[in-house]
């Protein structure tokens, strides 16, 4: 990737980045020069990767532990974020849950834990940053983590898929309000994603069944959310902002 030049020493917070595509987000970030802080709520993961981050790129990640479901921790993690590394260029908003509960399951208690984490704490991590940026006089860039179940129905995921869908909204009415800021907002719509979580599912018949519906007949690998990511977070991409773009093998525009 040859994109990164203006990311060199630029502050990037990663939500959920003790794991997955979060972790991944933060080498990546980390790779291109620039700063990261780790957001999540298991401190002994963030501190493994701070470790092996330090190790390759010789600055220290900073760790604000967190459960983004509540408010006041989510305010809390951006002042100390602020207070050890300054105010942030960029927030990737990739912290999320999954439920398979089926619809006439899905009981208060599934349907909470998913909005709360997906649509609440992305809101208010995404509102609580912006605020510094703009108390600052700062522009910058807000990266949304949405899903192609928030642009097509999926099998038993209701409250995700409508978590993902509201993120997707949101990428867009955030980009309007915060324009005269120069606060850009996208967001990243993935399809499905090899992880150490879901390689054991895709290998099974259900699994492989399911990448037979991908019309490029594989998943995705972490890699291939890097240039999408890079290109959002970089100036080069300064006139785009409100867009969600699927990362899927073209599964979201798959022929009925
Ligand atoms: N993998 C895929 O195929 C795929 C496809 C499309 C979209 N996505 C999206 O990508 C994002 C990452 O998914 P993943 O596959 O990497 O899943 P993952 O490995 O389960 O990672 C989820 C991350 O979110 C954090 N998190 C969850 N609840 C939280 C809370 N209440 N407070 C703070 N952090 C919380 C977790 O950290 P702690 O548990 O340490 O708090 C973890 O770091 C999600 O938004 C997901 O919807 C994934």
Not at 34 to 56: C, I, P
Not at 108 to 122: I, P, R
Request: aromatic fraction near 4%.
């Amino acid at each position: 990737m040859t994109l990164s030049s203006d990311l060199k020493d630029r502050l990037f917070v990663v939500t959920g980045a003790s794991s997955g595509l979060g972790a991944h987000f933060a080498q990546v970030l980390s790779q291109a020069g620039a700063r990261v802080a780790l957001v999540a709520r298991r401190r002994e993961k963030l501190e493994a990767l701070s470790d092996s981050l330090t190790s390759r790129s010789g600055a220290a990640p900073v760790i604000a532990e967190a459960d983004i479901r509540n408010v006041s921790a989510i305010r809390a993690a951006v002042a100390d974020i602020v207070e050890q590394a300054g105010v942030p260029d960029g927030l990737i908003n990739n912290a999320g849950t999954v439920d398979t509960t089926k619809a006439l399951e899905v009981t208060e208690e599934h349907w909470d834990s998913v909005l709360d984490t997906n649509l609440k704490g992305a809101w208010f991590f995404a509102s609580a940053t912006a605020e510094k940026m703009v108390e600052a006089g700062r522009t910058g860039t807000v990266v949304n983590i949405a899903s192609i179940t928030g642009l097509r129905p999926a099998g038993a995921v209701g409250p995700y898929a409508i978590s993902k869908a509201g993120l997707a909204h949101m990428t867009r009415q955030l980009a309007v309000e915060w324009a005269r800021h120069g606060i850009r907002v996208n967001a990243l719509a993935p399809g499905y994603i090899e992880t150490d979580l879901n390689r054991e599912f895709f290998a099974s018949e259900a699994g492989q069944a399911l990448i037979k519906r991908v019309p490029q007949r594989r998943l995705g690998q972490l890699s291939d959310l890097d240039a999408p990511l890079l290109m959002l977070c970089d100036e080069a991409s300064a006139y785009m902002t409100g867009a969600v773009i699927p990362v899927d093998g073209g599964h979201a525009v798959n022929a009925l």
